[in-house]
């Protein structure tokens, strides 16, 4: 049985890990990005960037203090037991980020969508947002704090509702004119992580490319060779943009291309992109059974 | 973009501000003024502004800082410049309103804005990476913060004294120029090697389903 306090804990210490760290995979392609890029634009937005994120690690401050819309992903095994049962999640949820909130790991950014009020605790219908699923026949549960900013969200988020005569040009169209519109102006703060969601309804389509752009470790490639394909090419297509970081003259639009894709309707192609900022703002707590705890910035 | 910096004093003059390059890179130092959304539709549609002396203190730094409440007083924990973009539609009227000189941001602006930049003799710079702990430091004083209790933290308007603030990159300059759309109109004519490249015809439409 895990504790609802265990849980609550977790969220808060992964949330908090998020908002002060670059996962890894992250780090290591802002890297190879700043090796690649050749204007001093393109440069110095990079290793400000990766400067500012040393800093963060360090104790001084966030790794963009956008730190957006509080999300926790899930995944439990069949057999994992939670005291108070599932719904224990939702207010481990809400403790963690009040608490995250209130130790200036999360800026207070959510308001309500009509008045604009802002409660200060990033609190309300709808969020902390609470992704559940189900996987294997595990007893353990685990959960990725992905707090993300504004930009990538406002900025890189579109859908269109496209038809079988659309087909492959259709789909690719709509995702080049997305990156290159998102990253006008460095809005969606490239390189970005960007993920499309290719099938399913519409809010399966947006759900696949949001998992695709935050839950994926960089350029791992798809699992089917149909789909690593497309992404192969889409990734080679926006680096060809002449669009580097931040919208300044460059090659690294992207750090990756990441596509997911679920059955349709057979009068349907509906086709989303979500976009992830450089910063790629996640962190992992793998809880066992017992109780025990254990964090990473890398995803499975 | 020039490697060389140039540190400049707040409030900008008109000929200071008429003098700055698309691309170069400056610091400012002197005081700021802080804002968001609400402070530019309340400026413009119900005349709400704060007590700003706005001809001694007109650079507005687009931004909802991190700020922490301590004993002594309020800190900085982190600072990362908005996209100005967003303001686009009340952008150019704020800029004539108050006569701002200097904005500062992330992204760049539209138009409109840039209609009033060149007609008041102001300019937007836009933030180099992702940089709010760099900038941080470089806040020496919190000096006042204005409509705290309405509008929360984050879309108050702060006034911070900083000191060689930056660099930021001159995105819009005084003329009506924009760094961004001269570089988005080469990406055009690049734009069609791409499309070649996926196999999307030059003509491609999406099938329409409405009238």
Not at chain 1, 27 to 37: D, H, K, P, S, Y
Not at chain 1, 204 to 211: G, N, R, S, T, V
Not at chain 2, 25 to 53: K, M, N, Y
Request: with cysteine.
């Amino acid at each position: 049985m895990i504790s609802r306090e265990t849980i609550a804990s977790a969220m808060y210490e992964a949330t908090r890990l998020a908002a002060t760290n670059l996962p890894p995979d992250v780090e290591a392609a802002l890297v190879a990005a700043l090796a690649e890029e050749t204007e001093p634009l393109a440069r110095a937005h990079l290793k400000e960037s990766l400067e500012n994120a040393r800093r963060a690690a360090g104790g001084d401050g966030l790794v963009c203090a956008d730190t957006g819309f509080p999300l926790f992903f899930v995944t439990a095994g069949s057999h994992a037991r939670v005291e108070g049962g599932f719904g224990a999640l939702q207010d481990a949820a809400r403790e963690a980020t009040a608490r995250a909130t209130a130790d200036s790991f999360l800026r207070p950014t959510m308001v309500d969508p009509l008045t604009r009020a802002n409660p200060g605790d990033n609190l309300g219908p709808g969020m902390p947002k609470v992704e559940l699923r189900f996987v294997g026949e595990g007893d353990g549960l685990e959960i990725i704090a992905a707090p993300k900013g504004g930009g990538s969200e406002i900025f890189g988020t579109s859908y269109r509702m496209m038809y079988p005569a659309d087909g492959e040009a259709g789909v690719l169209k709509f995702v080049i004119d997305a990156i290159r519109d998102g990253c006008y102006a460095g809005k969606i703060c490239p390189p970005a992580i960007v993920g499309v969601g290719i099938g399913g309804t519409a809010d399966l389509c947006m759900k696949l490319a949001k998992e695709a752009a935050l839950l994926r470790t960089v350029r791992r490639a798809h699992p089917d060779p149909r789909v690593a394909e497309i992404e192969r090419r889409l990734y080679a297509a926006a680096r060809a943009l002449g669009i580097g970081p931040m919208g300044a003259a460059g090659v690294n639009a992207v750090l990756a291309v990441h596509v997911e894709t679920a059955m349709t309707h057979t009068a349907a192609l509906p086709v989303a992109v979500n976009a992830q900022c450089l910063v790629g703002r996640r962190w992992r707590a793998i809880i066992a059974s017992d109780g025990q705890v254990r964090f990473t910035g890398e995803l499975p | 973009m020039t490697e060389a910096i140039r540190h400049l004093e707040l409030p900008l003059s008109e000929a200071q501000a008429r003098d700055l390059r698309l691309g170069e890179v400056v610091t400012v130092s002197g005081l700021v003024f802080t804002g968001r959304s609400r402070f530019h539709i309340r400026a413009v549609e119900q005349d709400l502004l704060p007590p700003i002396d706005f001809a001694a203190l007109n650079c507005f730094f687009h931004v909802g800082p991190v700020m922490r409440e301590t004993p002594g007083g309020w800190e900085v924990v982190s600072i990362e410049p908005t996209s100005s973009i967003r303001f686009e539609r009340y952008g150019g009227a704020v800029v004539r309103k108050l006569g701002l000189r200097t904005l500062i941001g992330k992204t760049t602006m539209g138009p409109g804005t840039a209609r009033a930049l060149a007609e008041v003799g102001a300019v937007h710079l836009s933030k180099i990476g992702v940089c709010g702990n760099l900038l941080r430091p470089q806040v020496r004083r919190v000096v006042e913060v204005h409509f705290l209790e309405e509008l929360g933290r984050t879309e108050a308007t702060w006034v911070f004294e900083v000191e060689r603030f930056g660099p930021f990159f001159v995105d819009m300059d005084a003329c009506g120029g924009n760094y961004f759309a001269d570089q988005d109109a080469r990406g055009r004519e690049r734009l069609v090697s791409v499309y070649e490249e996926l196999g999307i015809p030059a003509d491609f439409t999406y099938t329409e389903v409405n009238p």
